[in-house]
Nanobody
Framework: QVQLVESGGGLVQPGASLTLSCTAS????????MRWHRQAPGKERELVAT???????IYAGSVKGRFSISRDNAKNTVYLQMNSLKPEDTAVYYC?????????????WGKGTLVTVSS
């Protein structure tokens, strides 16, 4: 059974930093691209950052230069380092493991961790 468990969310002030972690089990972690999404109240889910199985990274324009995604395959863990946080970064952050296939993709999701940026 595949499980993705996020941690590290919380309440922080604007300008602060926070690091989210997502630990996976039940899958061959190194074969999956790992992605962080977020969903703010009343808004659609947004893809924030991706790290491929080979370590390439892609960021949404709204977080580029402030967020950094990394992975530790030995620990089956992906991280999201978030700096210079803004109130608009407030959202539930979800971890997603994706394996790209020729016909379809395989996706697994965590349950999310809440990040609140407020003074």
């Amino acid at each position: 059974q595949v499980q993705l468990v996020e941690s590290g969310g919380g309440l922080v002030q604007p300008g602060a930093s926070l690091t989210l972690s997502c630990t996976a089990s039940g899958l061959t972690f190194s074969s999956y691209a790992m992605r962080w999404h977020r969903q703010a109240p009343g808004k659609e889910r947004e893809l924030v950052a991706t790290i491929t199985s080979t370590g390439s990274t892609i960021y949404a324009g709204s977080v580029k230069g402030r967020f950094s995604i990394s992975r530790d395959n030995a620990k089956n863990t992906v991280y999201l380092q978030m700096n210079s946080l803004k109130p608009e970064d407030t959202a539930v952050y979800y971890c997603n493991a994706r394996r790209y296939l020729s016909v379809d993709n395989i996706d697994y999701w965590g349950k999310g961790t809440l990040v609140t940026v407020s003074s």
